[in-house]
């Protein structure tokens, strides 16, 4: 049975911009995008997820999960929490993206990439920038439902392709491939395998 679980990253960011970076980092790391995932908020359900998840032909599997800013438990955050659970996913880790959501608790995180590419033990806000007040939490409109999940390796991430450009897919997606990388590294995932 557990052979048979699917390894997967969750990606709490589903607009267009977010979609075309984590195809194109899929395609870097050797692994694969739920491109249906997308949308801005996720349009699918947790069970539409693993339905595809478990038809992809190899892993990581990379999902995107957006609430497009709503208030309180989205769809986004509900399709992530069946998704972690479901027992023939194998959750490797989260990329937790900040955005300038309010009203949200956050989630907390050991690390974060920051807008230069470098891994720090702290908080980023929507621009890859560290800023001590955050105190290790990321804020964000799909984040707040990850630490209940019991998602091991949790980091956060400024906005998704953007970050004054430096995340473009032009420029290879540098940041968020390092978020993914990092995650992979983590969980004993091969990076490439």
């Given at each position: 049975?557990?052979?048979?679980?699917?390894?997967?990253?969750?990606?709490?960011?589903?607009?267009?911009?977010?979609?075309?970076?984590?195809?194109?980092?899929?395609?870097?790391?050797?692994?694969r995008c739920?491109?249906?995932?997308?949308?801005?908020?996720?349009?699918?359900?947790?069970?539409?997820?693993?339905?595809?998840?478990?038809?992809?032909?190899?892993?990581?599997?990379?999902?995107?999960?957006?609430?497009?800013?709503?208030?309180?438990?989205?769809?986004?955050?509900?399709?992530?929490?069946?998704?972690?659970?479901?027992?023939?996913?194998?959750?490797?880790?989260?990329v937790?993206?900040?955005?300038?959501?309010?009203?949200?608790?956050?989630?907390?995180?050991?690390?974060?990439?920051?807008?230069?590419?470098?891994?720090?033990?702290?908080a980023?806000?929507?621009?890859?920038?560290?800023?001590k007040?955050?105190?290790?939490?990321?804020?964000?409109?799909?984040?707040?439902?990850?630490?209940?999940?019991?998602?091991?390796?949790?980091?956060?991430?400024?906005?998704?392709?953007?970050?004054?450009?430096?995340?473009?897919?032009?420029?290879?997606?540098?940041i968020?491939?390092?978020?993914?990388?990092?995650?992979?590294?983590?969980?004993?995932y091969?990076v490439?395998?």
């Amino acid at each position: 049975m557990n052979q048979a679980r699917r390894r997967v990253i969750i990606i709490t960011d589903g607009d267009h911009i977010a979609q075309r970076v984590i195809e194109e980092v899929a395609r870097q790391i050797g692994g694969r995008c739920i491109s249906l995932s997308a949308g801005n908020p996720t349009l699918l359900s947790g069970e539409q997820m693993v339905t595809l998840i478990k038809q992809t032909p190899y892993d990581p599997v990379l999902v995107m999960f957006d609430d497009n800013g709503n208030y309180g438990f989205g769809r986004g955050e509900r399709a992530i929490c069946f998704v972690a659970k479901h027992p023939d996913i194998e959750v490797l880790g989260a990329v937790a993206v900040a955005s300038n959501t309010k009203w949200v608790t956050g989630t907390k995180v050991k690390y974060s990439v920051t807008k230069q590419g470098i891994v720090v033990e702290d908080a980023v806000d929507k621009d890859g920038v560290v800023h001590k007040e955050l105190q290790h939490r990321i804020y964000g409109d799909t984040v707040d439902i990850l630490n209940a999940c019991d998602i091991t390796h949790i980091i956060g991430i400024g906005d998704i392709g953007k970050m004054d450009g430096r995340d473009h897919i032009n420029k290879g997606c540098p940041i968020t491939k390092k978020a993914i990388e990092w995650i992979m590294e983590r969980s004993g995932y091969r990076v490439g395998g």
